[in-house]
């Protein structure tokens, strides 16, 4: 699997980014994944901020992301999306995407600096900035 992501920038503070990643996938559909949006700061720990698990789409956000980011995923273009409204200075980090077969979302947003997934795309800068 290789997974790429994109939609990065730089957004003034309460702006508006849509990250992809997208996703080949071989022998495999990709709903059999859990995707995971991942973050790391300079000087801190990674950390899943959502994920979207396999077969039934549900969503999962870390509490300081929910209400704000929306994780989504179209299986027909192998894409999953990161729309982020709302955005804070304290969400600049690199994103990177992640994939996880039948990897449980708990895990994902649930465990600091989790490793788990079983692959990883690179990341996209997001900087929050006025």
């Known amino acids: 699997v290789q997974l790429q992501a994109s939609g990065g920038g730089l957004v003034q503070p309460g702006g508006s980014l849509r990250l992809s990643c997208v996703a080949s996938v071989p022998g495999y559909s990709l709903d059999y994944y859990a995707i995971g949006w991942f973050r790391q700061a300079p000087g801190k720990e990674r950390e899943g901020v959502s994920c979207i698990s396999s077969h039934d789409d549900s969503t999962y956000y870390t509490d300081s992301v929910k209400g704000r980011l929306t994780i989504s995923r179209d299986n027909a273009k192998n894409t999953v999306y990161l729309q982020m409204n709302s955005l804070k200075p304290e969400d600049t980090a690199v994103y990177y995407c992640?994939?996880?077969?039948?990897?449980?979302?708990?895990?994902?947003?649930?465990?600091?600096?989790?490793?788990?997934?079983?692959?990883w795309g690179k990341g996209t800068q997001v900087t929050v900035s006025s």
């Open positions: 992640a994939a996880g077969l039948f990897t449980p979302c708990t895990k994902v947003v649930g465990t600091p600096g989790y490793s788990g997934m079983d692959f």
